[in-house]
């Protein structure tokens, strides 16, 4: 079909994006396993073999007990978060009121700015300090009489996590909506009208009609937003800097690996995290690629 | 119908509460950041300034000039570079395609979503071995990580356009060249709009490749930023007005380029 020439010629123009992720992505997973792997520690390489050492230290490691908690409380608490809220202003929005477009520009502003300028500015927001030194939104509380919502923020015991995880859902839910109503905008209007001439009220469409059409956007955003939070690294960074009471294992793996010269130790969190990852991330690719070439 | 509207009203009242709240950190950044340093006081953070100054600005200016430089060095090279191969790519992926072109493609795909934690020692290594330090490793970094997003979105619309528009043109003699030149580089500016953006965002607002990759007179700006709002010398108005000047320019171009900028999302989550 295709001159003999212009057939290579296709092979050429993309075997360099080929071959540089080929060694980018897949060559450097493989080194990252060998590293973790290895018992390389301090500045030098050294590939002497650990076997699974390392990952076996991780599972006996108290920071690591505390990463996994908080990365569980973390997810948790942004997933749910931004799904809702996300869902929930798709549908207001898909109500066809006016000054929508308006709307959801606000909504969905966050995602322009990075996590960095996010945290610096959600860091004075939740700033813990009490009495004559309290600012942020303790201090807008207080002056509102709404003191019952005072609170220590990032540096509540054991749940301090979850302040970060409400900066996030601010970054973040804006996209949900847009996936959602994306998802909403999909769905043929006859439907709706069927069921409304049938009797059923509007919380019952949303319920029993809309929800269910919409299953793979919600499967799509809790995937998204899932490996999103397993990933957290930028916006703790910026709200408190590295607080072992809001480690999680991105930066434990930047600081034991870059700080702590533990190299080895870094590369198995590092090839823990593509795990938990790539569990979530490669039935989702093949999902998606599966379903186009059906079409 | 107006009816049903008119009882729809009432949805205003949530929408508005949520506009507050995705408005409140922007407020704080706005009118502190236009405070004069006398009126700077936790107290009173949330007070409108009592005039327009431009001190903050000024000070976070001059501290962050350089950094500010080095990242637009760094992002509109790394986006442009990335997009044009992401274009040659998605090109041949969809419409010339050679065997074994889709087995390839979700390869391709999976490099998007990757903890970065688990290739920066290679990457690290890798860099300084071949003498690629600072900015230009972190370019050479964006640019790389960033094909498959280029190369997604671009598959998706060349696939989207019907395969008679190239038939005519090979029967009249066209090369595969002639045909990404002269019929699909002219209407792909839209996609080129797209991931540029997507692009230029993304790289602007990395931070772990940057903190890895560069040493401190090269950092791009969140770096510099996040060293400003650690440091105990530097106050917070001063921060605010920073993380102003440090959003500004993806701020803006999501303010022109809205569209673009939320099709350029989707494509992240692979719904086309």
Redesign the interface.
């Known amino acids: 079909m295709f001159k003999n020439k212009d057939k290579y010629l296709s092979v050429i123009l993309v075997s360099p994006s080929i071959l540089a992720i080929l060694i980018f992505v897949y060559g450097f997973i493989a080194w990252s396993i060998r590293v973790s792997l290895s018992k390389w520690k301090g500045l030098n390489p050294d590939f002497t073999w650990a076997g699974f050492e390392n990952y076996v230290n991780l599972f006996y490691d108290p920071r690591f007990h505390i990463d996994i908690r908080n990365t569980v409380i973390f997810t948790l608490v942004f997933v749910l978060g931004s799904l809702i809220l996300g869902f929930l202003m798709a549908v207001m929005l898909d109500q066809g009121l006016r000054g929508e477009g308006f709307f959801r520009s606000i909504f969905l502003f966050p995602m322009a700015i990075s996590y960095i300028v996010t945290g610096v500015v959600w860091r004075w927001l939740m700033n813990p300090a009490e009495g004559s030194r309290m600012s942020g939104l303790n201090l807008l509380f207080t002056s509102l009489n709404l003191d019952f919502l005072v609170n220590e923020w990032y540096t509540t015991p054991y749940w301090g996590i979850a302040a970060i995880a409400l900066a996030a859902i601010w970054q973040m839910s804006g996209y949900t909506m847009a996936l959602y109503l994306a998802g909403l905008r999909a769905v043929p209007g006859e439907l709706r009208e069927a069921a409304r001439i049938d009797g059923a009220s509007e919380v019952e469409i949303y319920r029993r009609i809309i929800l269910p059409i919409l299953t793979p956007v919600t499967l799509g955003v809790l995937i998204i937003l899932g490996h999103t939070s397993l990933k957290v690294f930028d916006l703790i960074i910026a709200v408190a800097g590295k607080q072992l009471s809001l480690d999680v294992p991105a930066i434990y793996m930047w600081q034991t690996t870059f700080d702590g010269l533990f190299y080895a130790r870094g590369a198995a969190i590092g090839i823990l995290l593509l795990i938990s990852v790539a569990v979530l991330i490669i039935p989702y690719i093949r999902y998606t690629t599966k379903m186009e070439t059906e079409l | 119908m107006s009816r049903l ?1 008119l009882r ?2 009432w ?2 009242i ?2 508005i509460g ?2 507050i ?5 922007m407020y ?2 706005l009118v502190t950041g236009f405070k004069s340093f006398d009126e700077i006081d ?2 009173t ?2 007070q409108l300034p009592q005039g327009i100054a431009f001190d903050n600005y000024i000070e976070a200016y001059n501290q962050l000039a350089p950094y500010l430089k080095n990242s637009f060095k760094l992002v509109i090279p790394a986006a442009l570079i990335s997009s044009i ?1 992401g274009s ?2 998605g090109f ?2 969809s419409k ?3 065997r074994g072109a ?1 087995i ?8 998007m ?3 970065y ?7 690290v ?2 860099m300084s071995a071949a003498g690629l330090t600072g900015l230009w490793g972190l370019g050479i ?1 964006h640019i ?2 960033g ?2 997003i280029t ?1 997604l979105t671009f598959r998706n619309y060349y696939a989207s356009l019907p395969q008679e528009l190239l038939e005519a043109a090979k029967i009249d003699g066209a ?3 002639g045909i990404y030149r002269h019929i699909l580089l002219p209407i792909s500016i839209p996609s080129f709009v797209v991931v540029l953006i997507w692009q230029f ?1 993304s790289a ?5 490749f940057a903190v ?1 990759l560069t040493g401190n007179t090269e950092w791009p700006i ?1 770096v510099a ?2 060293n400003m ?2 440091s105990q010398i530097i106050s ?1 108005n001063v ?2 007005a ?2 102003l000047i ?2 500004l320019p ?2 803006l ?2 303010i022109f380029l ?1 569209r673009y ?2 099709r350029g ?2 494509a992240g ?3 086309g």
Do not use: E, R
Not at chain 2, 117 to 123: E, F, H, K
């Open positions: 509207n729809k009203n949805l205003y949530p929408l949520l506009t709240f995705y408005l409140i950190p704080l950044i936790l107290q953070m949330w191969l040659i790519n041949v992926l010339w395609k050679f889709d390839i493609f979700p390869f391709i795909l999976f490099g979503f990757i903890p934690q688990s290739i920066i020692i290679p990457l290594q890798f970094a790389i990580y094909l498959p190369t090369s595969m060249l965002t602007w607002n990395d931070f772990l890895i969140t930023l996040n709002a650690g917070w921060q605010m920073g993380s440090a959003a993806t701020l171009v999501y809205g900028f939320l999302l989707m989550s692979l719904k």
